[in-house]
């Protein structure tokens, strides 16, 4: 079945700081692939996505690639702030309409 | 414009009592869906529903679980004689139509003592 295998956590950064979230995915189609974030005390919020290969989504200084041939959608952002502290998770939807998420990691920016 | 509302936004109850999650999809959406957010199983999908078509179920971890779309928007996730392993915060997420973005409600958190 589908599944989503992303970095654990927790990750702890200085501001300015360059940020890596690793993810791999495993399925049986053509997935688009997703990375939401969840602010403390909020609710999760689409980050950016990409629907197929070599698609780059792009966010609020956030970059994914979609790697099709190492199975991966790798987060990158260049100079994290204090307000990027959240737990982001990776997610695909494949063929059909439900979204598998990874566990999820834990970043924390300090100033 | 409104995004997905749900409520309560947090409910404490016993073992044994029976629950419900009501979810309000953003307007036009035909597209609902109910995920848990949970310590030992991550986010999981639980039951999605599409217009007037049959829900997909196939995600409810037991038949305590049930939940019905009336009119094609509301959506009430009924959890019968909860136990402690319930307790998790319930997600519910709209989209336009099936396979597009989906948008998620702010979330239940329910705590079964």
């Known amino acids: 079945g589908d599944s989503v295998t992303q970095m654990e956590g927790p990750v702890t950064l200085s501001e300015e700081a360059f940020l890596t979230i690793n993810c791999t995915y495993t399925?049986?189609?053509?997935?688009?692939l997703f990375w939401y974030v969840q602010y403390p005390g909020e609710g999760l919020q689409l980050l950016l996505k990409a629907t197929k290969a070599d698609d780059k989504g792009s966010n609020k200084g956030f970059e994914a690639t979609y790697r099709k041939e190492t199975t991966s959608f790798h987060l990158e952002k260049g100079s994290v702030q204090v307000s990027d502290s959240a737990v982001y998770f990776c997610a695909l939807r494949d063929n059909d309409y439900k979204l598998s998420f990874g566990a999820g990691t834990t970043v924390t920016v300090r100033a | 414009g409104a995004g997905v509302s749900q409520s309560p936004s947090n409910k404490v109850t016993e073992k044994g009592k029976d629950v419900e999650l009501r979810c309000d999809p953003i307007?036009?959406?035909?597209?609902l869906y109910w995920y848990r957010q949970s310590l030992g199983q991550g986010l999981e999908f639980l039951i999605y529903?599409?217009?007037?078509?049959?829900?997909?179920k196939s995600g409810l971890p037991s038949d305590r679980f049930s939940a019905e779309r009336t009119g094609g928007s509301v959506s009430t996730l009924t959890i019968q004689r909860t136990q402690q392993e319930d307790s998790a915060v319930y997600l519910c997420?709209?989209?336009?139509?099936?396979?597009?973005?989906?948008?998620f409600g702010p979330g239940t958190r329910l705590l079964v003592l």
């Open positions: 997420a709209s989209s336009p139509l099936a396979g597009e973005t989906q948008y």
């Open positions: 399925a049986t189609g053509y997935p688009s």
């Open positions: 529903f599409q217009g007037n078509s049959a829900p997909d």
């Open positions: 307007s036009g959406h035909t597209a």
